[in-house]
């Protein structure tokens, strides 16, 4: 099964070859990186045609602080889970004594998780300061 057939107004008929020097073809070649979705080909089209050149900019000064919220993340969530499982081991003994163990388990696990969201509103208060500053 073959491609349709381009219509005759969009179809592209003629080829045209150019020469740039070393500083403009550098100057294309960095337009293309930043923009991985095109081929030297379509970005020159782009260019000749007026149309707009999409640039993707990437912020790798977050790139840690994301990695950080990340492994926060799974922190806070894994004491959640040990939290439950303690809470349901509490609710499955009807002995005083056994849930008085299983209530000290689930106060220590709560006590682990204040540092991680000190932690957290640290990290989100810096970011509030990047980005409503502007």
């Known amino acids: 099964m073959g491609r349709k057939k381009a219509k005759e107004a969009t179809e592209l008929k003629h080829r045209l070859y150019t020469r740039v020097n ?3 073809m550098n100057e294309l070649q960095e337009l293309l990186r930043k923009n991985p979705k095109n081929d030297m080909s379509s ?3 782009d260019i000749l045609h007026n149309r707009q050149v999409k640039v993707f900019v990437r912020d790798q000064t977050l790139d840690n602080l994301m990695e950080e919220l990340a492994r926060l993340r799974n922190e806070v969530r894994s004491i959640g889970i040990n939290i439950n499982q303690i809470t349901r081991h509490f609710n499955t003994y009807p002995e005083p004594q056994r ?4 209530a000290k ?3 220590q696990e709560y006590l682990n998780v204040e540092p991680k969201i000190n932690e957290l509103l640290t990290i989100i208060s810096k970011l509030a300061q990047k980005w409503l500053s502007k």
């Open 99 to 102: 849930k008085a163990l299983y």
């Open 22 to 24: 070393d500083q403009k």
């Open 105 to 107: 388990m689930a106060f």
């Open 43 to 45: 970005l020159i089209r």
